[in-house]
């Protein structure tokens, strides 16, 4: 038996209990790994109360990228080994003593990178170079604006970008999350609680406008940023953490002679799983090297999984939240 946080009904954090569950077994083509490390994201939090784009198969559990230790491997298996550190995205049900997925999921950790470390990676940051490797195509010395800055995604998108080039804008609420948007690369901030902010980003992009807008935010802060953007600028849709969808007038579109592009990292994971392996191995050496640096908040026992959620939700953390089942 193994020990699992999930939930059986969509009530939030509350509703996870911790229970025993039988041991999975790997099939054929899969890996059991005893997870170390689950990093948690604000999607987690709808989908515990079902505002996700899909609905979870109940029970469930939070928790879709892990960092472990492989234990047993599938009979078809042979470019892995027992023994073996490794990081994967498997969608959901991370939140569990060992979990089962399919092999060609699993990367190898680097030795100077942590599991811990190695679990905060895939969705935040392979988000981050999807987005503006392959679909904004941005080019060193472009204006990038980052909604939501200090949080997981946020500080992710931020490093990658630099690393990329660009002049990074962070757009936070308040000044401490500016100061750490700035530690890890921001060269410019604007406190949207307290600033203009389409006159601001306007005002730091003159005379161009903003290149490319990293929004996983949506909400009110949408419209003004779009009005905002450059000539041939790129609007990254990437979430709704604010809660609301906003509807853009689409004359903007054509005024700005922009684009609205939409990342949806996970599609992109399973209609090209060579280049998201491409880009992971990129990110972990870009880790192992220091040039990105994974924010870790703060780490909780498996137990713990409703109260780190409960403070996910509540706006309550920088950069990313991990899960340790082994505790």
């Not at 790994?33 to 604000?42: E, R």
């Not at 784009?53 to 990228?65: D, I, M, W």
């Not at 995205?89 to 060992?98: D, L, V, Y």
């Not at 060269?187 to 406008?209: F, M, Q, S, V, W």
């Given at each position: 038996?193994?020990?699992?946080a999930?939930?059986?009904?969509f ?10 569950v ?6 054929p083509?899969?890996v059991l790994?005893k997870?170390t ?11 515990l ?8 198969p ?5 928790g879709?990228?892990?960092a472990?230790?492989?234990e047993?491997?599938?009979?078809d298996?042979?470019?892995l ?7 994967a995205?498997?969608?959901g049900n991370g939140?569990?003593?060992k979990v089962?997925?399919?092999?060609r999921n ?12 190695a679990?905060g ?7 981050a170079?999807h987005?503006?490797?392959?679909r904004a195509?941005l080019?060193?010395?472009?204006t990038?604006a ?6 997981g995604a946020g500080?992710a ?5 630099k ?5 990074i804008?962070a757009v936070?609420?308040s000044g401490?999350?500016l ?6 690369g921001?060269?410019e901030?604007?406190n949207?609680?307290?600033e203009d902010?389409k ?10 406008g ?7 935010v949506g ?6 940023s ?5 000539w041939e600028?790129?609007?990254?849709v990437?979430?709704?953490a604010s809660g609301?969808?906003?509807?853009i007038?689409l004359n ?6 922009c684009?609205?592009?939409?990342v949806?990292?996970?599609s992109f994971?399973?209609r090209?799983?060579v280049a ?5 191995v990129?990110l972990l050496?870009?880790c192992e090297?220091g040039l990105?640096?994974p ?5 909780f026992?498996?137990e713990?999984t409703?109260?780190a959620?409960?403070l996910?939700e509540a706006?309550k953390v920088?950069?990313?939240v991990?899960i340790?089942?082994?505790?």
């Amino acid at each position: 038996m193994i020990r699992v946080a999930q939930f059986k009904e969509f009530n939030g954090p509350q509703a996870l209990q911790l229970e025993e569950v039988i041991e999975p077994v790997p099939g054929p083509n899969d890996v059991l790994i005893k997870v170390t490390a689950v990093g948690l994201n604000f999607f987690d939090t709808l989908l515990l109360r079902n505002k996700y784009q899909v609905t979870p198969p109940l029970p469930f559990s939070p928790g879709a990228e892990i960092a472990g230790v492989i234990e047993r491997l599938g009979t078809d298996v042979t470019d892995l080994e027992a023994g073996q550190r490794v990081v994967a995205f498997i969608g959901g049900n991370g939140c569990r003593e060992k979990v089962v997925t399919k092999a060609r999921n699993v990367i190898p950790i680097p030795d100077g990178v942590s599991d811990e470390v190695a679990a905060g990676i895939p969705i935040t940051y392979g988000t981050a170079i999807h987005a503006f490797k392959d679909r904004a195509k941005l080019q060193p010395g472009e204006t990038v604006a980052v909604l939501g800055a200090a949080g997981g995604a946020g500080l992710a998108a931020i490093e990658i970008a630099k690393l990329m080039g660009g002049r990074i804008i962070a757009v936070a609420s308040s000044g401490d999350k500016l100061a750490l948007a700035r530690e890890h690369g921001a060269h410019e901030g604007i406190n949207y609680e307290t600033e203009d902010l389409k006159a601001r980003l306007k005002a730091l992009t003159l005379p161009k406008g903003v290149d490319v807008l990293y929004d996983t935010v949506g909400g009110p802060a949408a419209e003004p940023s779009l009005r905002a953007m450059a000539w041939e600028g790129r609007y990254l849709v990437l979430g709704f953490a604010s809660g609301t969808i906003p509807k853009i007038p689409l004359n903007l579109l054509l005024l700005k002679g922009c684009s609205m592009v939409g990342v949806f990292w996970t599609s992109f994971v399973e209609r090209n799983p060579v280049a998201h392996r491409a880009n992971m191995v990129q990110l972990l050496d870009w880790c192992e090297k220091g040039l990105i640096r994974p924010h870790v908040h703060a780490s909780f026992a498996l137990e713990e999984t409703a109260k780190a959620l409960s403070l996910i939700e509540a706006r309550k953390v920088t950069g990313k939240v991990i899960i340790n089942p082994q505790l």
